[in-house]
C-alpha cells in the first residue's frame, strides 16, 4: 500500500513571497490533516478534513494560511504571504476515517526555509 | 540529515539494553495515546497506543505503561538497537475528531 505522498520535499523562498505545498492521502482515507513542525517541537495540527470539508482549523492562522481538499482526495496548503517564522516542516497525514483512535499515517513533509 | 531536537531531552543507551522514554500528558479528560517514532527527514511513524481504559499494553520489543493519576506516559524499548535511534513523540487525543496533540519529543541515541 503506498503511503502518504508530499511535494516538494524542500522549499527555500523569501519572506513575503507564497508557497504552495501538495499531498495526496493513502487511497481510501477520507481524513487529512495538516500539521506544521517547528525545529525542536512536536507537530501541531493547522487544518483537519473529512472528504472535503474542514473538521478544524482552530489553529490555522487565517490571515495567510489557507487549505483546500476540493475533490475530497488531494489537498494543497498555501502561505501567503511568507513569514521567516514560517519555517518548518510541513506534514500531512491521512486516517480512515474522523473517529477517535484511528492511526494517522504521516507522509515525509515539506521543509520549507524563509529567508 | 535534519537537526531535529536541538532543545530535546536526550537518552542514550548502549546497544542491548533497554530504554524507557517518559512523556507527561496535559488533559486528564484524554482517553486515547499514541507513540510516534520520527527518524531523521521522515514524517512520525506509529509506534503502539493505549486507551485510557487500560495500564498497559504491549507489542513486540515495546511497551506503554500509562498512569491516569499523575498523567504520565512511559514508552519502554527492549534490547535496544541502533535503528532504534531516533525522536520519540507521545501524544494524546483530545476528543471526538481524532485530533492529536504532541508532547515535545525525546532523543534516543544508541551507541553500539
Known amino acids: 500500500e503506498a503511503g502518504v505522498a508530499q511535494s516538494p520535499r524542500y522549499k527555500i523562498i523569501e519572506k513575503r513571497q507564497s508557497v504552495a505545498f501538495w499531498c495526496n492521502p493513502i487511497?481510501?482515507?477520507?481524513?487529512l490533516y495538516w500539521y506544521q513542525q517547528i525545529l525542536g517541537q512536536g507537530p501541531k495540527l493547522l487544518i483537519q478534513f473529512q472528504n472535503n470539508g474542514v473538521v478544524d482549523d482552530s489553529q490555522l492562522p487565517k490571515d495567510r494560511f489557507s487549505a483546500e481538499r476540493l475533490k475530497g482526495v488531494d489537498s494543497t496548503l498555501k502561505i501567503q504571504p511568507a513569514k521567516l517564522e514560517d519555517s518548518a516542516v510541513y506534514l500531512c497525514a491521512s486516517s480512515q476515517g474522523v473517529r477517535e483512535q484511528e492511526t494517522q499515517y504521516f507522509g515525509p513533509g515539506t521543509r520549507l526555509l524563509v529567508l | 540529515g535534519e537537526n531535529v531536537g536541538l532543545h530535546l531531552p536526550t537518552l542514550s543507551v548502549q546497544e542491548g539494553d533497554n530504554s524507557i522514554i517518559n512523556c507527561a500528558y496535559s488533559n486528564s479528560a484524554s482517553d486515547y495515546f499514541i507513540w510516534y517514532k520520527q527518524e531523521s527527514g521522515k514524517g512520525p511513524q506509529f509506534i503502539i497506543d493505549?486507551?485510557?481504559?487500560?495500564d498497559k499494553r504491549q507489542g513486540q520489543r515495546v511497551t506503554v505503561l500509562l498512569n491516569k493519576t499523575v498523567k504520565h506516559l512511559s514508552l519502554q524499548i527492549a534490547a535496544t538497537q541502533p535503528g532504534d535511534s531516533a525522536v520519540y513523540f507521545c501524544?494524546?487525543?483530545?476528543?471526538?475528531?481524532?485530533?492529536?496533540?504532541f508532547g515535545a519529543g525525546t532523543i534516543l541515541r544508541v551507541k553500539s
Open positions: 493505549i486507551r485510557s481504559n487500560m
Open positions: 487511497s481510501g482515507h477520507a481524513t
Open positions: 501524544a494524546e487525543n483530545m476528543g471526538l475528531v481524532n485530533k492529536l496533540v
